[in-house]
C-alpha cells in the first residue's frame, strides 16, 4: 500500500538519487536587463568609460545600426538608441556624458532637431549617412579607417545579413573591422591585402563575391549554425559568453563595445546552445524569456529534459542493490496555496488533489527549472544516499503570499532500507513571504510490483 506523505510548507526537497551533472556546474546566468531597450543598452553603456557615443535608431530597422560595431570600436564609445525626434531619458543621461557624439543615418532615422538639440548643449555632432543603408556604411568604413587604419574587413548582406552581422559585432568592435554592407553579389572596392570574410551562406553572400574579394565564408544553414561558427573562428576555446536574442537583434548590437573580449551567442527557445557547454560565465543580454533562460542552463550544466515542457523530469533509475530498485516518476505534482489556503490554479479546485503536470496542459503551472547535484549512475547501500537538490524559481508559478503543498508517495521494501530525505529553504527570507516547492514521487518497489513496507 501507498502512503501520500504531506511533507511542511516552504521547503524543496533533496532526493536520494543519482543523477549525471557536469563538474563545473553554473548556478545561475547574470542578466543585463532594463525596463526596455533605450535602459538596456544605457546600462551596458554605464559599464564603459567614454567620452564619445553612437546614436542610432532602432525603432523599425536596425539598417544603419549594422555598421556601427566597428566604429564603436574605434572610438570607444557605447552604441545607444533613440526615436526619430525624440531622446528617451535614458539615452539621454547617457548621451550627456560624451564630448561627441555619432549619428548614424539621415534625417530619416535621426531628424535635424535632435542634432540641433545635442549641438546646442556643446556635444560635437558628427552625421555618418548614406543613400542608403550600403552607401552608409562605406561612410562609417571611411571613418574607421581615419580613426584606425582597418587591416580586417566583414561583407554582409544589407538586406539578408542583419542576423550575421550581429553575431560578428562583437569581433567588429574587439578588432575595430568595419562591417560593410553589400548586395550580396559583388563590391565596388578592391580587398587586396586586407583579411576579409564573408559573412553568410550562399543565398547571402555569393561565391563570386566570396572568389573577387578573397574571403572567408562564415557561414551556417542558419543564424545560429552561423554565430556557431564565428564564436568558434574568433573565440575558439571561450568559457565566458554573452547570449542575446536570436530574433530581437538590437541586444546584441548594443551589447558588442561590452562584450568584444567575449562572444555573443545568439539563441532561440529551441535554437542549438551546444557552444554554451561546461561555460564558466554567461550573461543575458536584454528580453531572454525564462525559457530561453532554462534551456541555456541546462546546456550549460549538460541537464537534458523531455521535449514537452510537461513531462518535466526525466526518469531517473539507478541500483538500490541486486534486488530492488530507486526510481523517480516522470510526472510530478504541484499544489499552491495562500495563507487562507485559497487555491490559486483555474483548473483543479480542490486542495486535497494533486495536480499531475504530465498530463496537464491548460494550466499555467511551469516547474521546469532543474539544477542537480550528485554523482551519476550511483549505486546506494544502506546508510549511504547521494543527495539531488531540486530548485526552481517562481516563473509565474507562484503569487506573493502562496506556498508550495508538497506530496510524496514513498514505498520501500525494508525498514533498513528506508531513503534519507534531507530539505532546504529556497527563497530570500527577508524580501519574499513566498517559498517555492518542487514535488516528485519517488518509488521504492521490488522487481515484481509487490508493495513490502510503507515508508513514513
Given at each position: 500500500m501507498k502512503l501520500k506523505k504531506l511533507l511542511s510548507l516552504g521547503l524543496v526537497s533533496m532526493f536520494v538519487v543519482g543523477f549525471p551533472i557536469s563538474a563545473n556546474a553554473l548556478d545561475k546566468i547574470d542578466k543585463i536587463q532594463g525596463a526596455d531597450k533605450y535602459e538596456t543598452a544605457g546600462i551596458i553603456a554605464d559599464k564603459q568609460s567614454y567620452t564619445t557615443a553612437i546614436l542610432i535608431?532602432?525603432?523599425?530597422?536596425?539598417?544603419?545600426?549594422?555598421?556601427?560595431?566597428?566604429?564603436?570600436?574605434?572610438?570607444?564609445a557605447p552604441i545607444l538608441l533613440t526615436k526619430k525626434n525624440n531622446i528617451p531619458n535614458a539615452t539621454l543621461k547617457r548621451v550627456e556624458k560624451a564630448k561627441k557624439v555619432y549619428i548614424i543615418g539621415g534625417e530619416s532615422s535621426i531628424d535635424k532637431a535632435t542634432e540641433t538639440f545635442l549641438k546646442d548643449k556643446g556635444i560635437e555632432i558628427r552625421r555618418l549617412q548614406g543613400n542608403d543603408r550600403i552607401k552608409t556604411s562605406y561612410n562609417v568604413a571611411k571613418e574607421i579607417n581615419s580613426i584606425n587604419k582597418a587591416n580586417k574587413v566583414i561583407l554582409t548582406n544589407a538586406f539578408k545579413g542583419e542576423p550575421d552581422a550581429m553575431s560578428i559585432a562583437s569581433v567588429a568592435v574587439r578588432d575595430k573591422?568595419?562591417?560593410?554592407?553589400?548586395d550580396g553579389k559583388s563590391v565596388p572596392f578592391n580587398t587586396t591585402g586586407i583579411e576579409s570574410y564573408a559573412i553568410g551562406g550562399t543565398s547571402s553572400m555569393s561565391d563570386s563575391l566570396v572568389n573577387d574579394t578573397n574571403s572567408t565564408r562564415l557561414g551556417g544553414v542558419d543564424r545560429y549554425d552561423t554565430n556557431k561558427k564565428i564564436v568558434?573562428?574568433?573565440?575558439?576555446?571561450?568559457?565566458?559568453?554573452y547570449i542575446a536574442s536570436g530574433t530581437d537583434l538590437v541586444y546584441a548590437l548594443v551589447g558588442s563595445p561590452m562584450a568584444k573580449n567575449n562572444p555573443i551567442v545568439l539563441v532561440d527557445i529551441g535554437s542549438n546552445k551546444d557552444i554554451l557547454k561546461n561555460a564558466a560565465k554567461v550573461t543575458g543580454?536584454?528580453?531572454l524569456s525564462d525559457k530561453i533562460m532554462l534551456e541555456c542552463e541546462n546546456t550549460i550544466n549538460n541537464i537534458s529534459l523531455p521535449s514537452s515542457n510537461k513531462n518535466i523530469i526525466c526518469g531517473l533509475k539507478i541500483d538500490f542493490d541486486s534486488n530492488h530498485i530507486i526510481w523517480q516518476d516522470k510526472g510530478s505534482y504541484l499544489?499552491?496555496?495562500?495563507?487562507?489556503?485559497?487555491?490559486?490554479?483555474?483548473?483543479?479546485?480542490?486542495?486535497?488533489?494533486?495536480?499531475?503536470?504530465?498530463?496537464?496542459?491548460?494550466?499555467?503551472?511551469?516547474?521546469?527549472k532543474l539544477k542537480v547535484y550528485g554523482e551519476a549512475n550511483s549505486t546506494l547501500y544502506m546508510g549511504q544516499y547521494a543527495k539531488i537538490k531540486m530548485d526552481f524559481n517562481s516563473f509565474g508559478v507562484l503569487k506573493p503570499g502562496e506556498k508550495c503543498t508538497i506530496y510524496l508517495d514513498i514505498i520501500s521494501l525494508d525498514p533498513s532500507r528506508s531513503m534519507t530525505l534531507t530539505f532546504s529553504y529556497v527563497g530570500d527570507k527577508e524580501n519574499y513571504k513566498y517559498e517555492q516547492g518542487l514535488a516528485s514521487r519517488i518509488l521504492f518497489y521490488n522487481p515484481d510490483g509487490?508493495?513490502?513496507f510503507e515508508y513514513k
Open positions: 535608431n532602432a525603432d523599425s530597422t536596425m539598417a544603419d545600426g549594422l555598421s556601427a560595431s566597428g566604429l564603436a570600436g574605434a572610438t570607444n573591422a568595419p562591417i560593410i554592407l553589400t568558434n573562428k574568433f573565440y575558439n576555446g571561450a568559457k565566458e559568453f543580454i536584454g528580453n499544489e499552491c496555496y495562500d495563507d487562507n489556503l485559497e487555491y490559486y490554479t483555474e483548473k483543479y479546485k480542490d486542495p486535497t488533489v494533486p495536480i499531475n503536470i504530465e498530463n496537464t496542459s491548460t494550466q499555467n503551472l511551469d516547474v521546469t509487490e508493495d513490502f
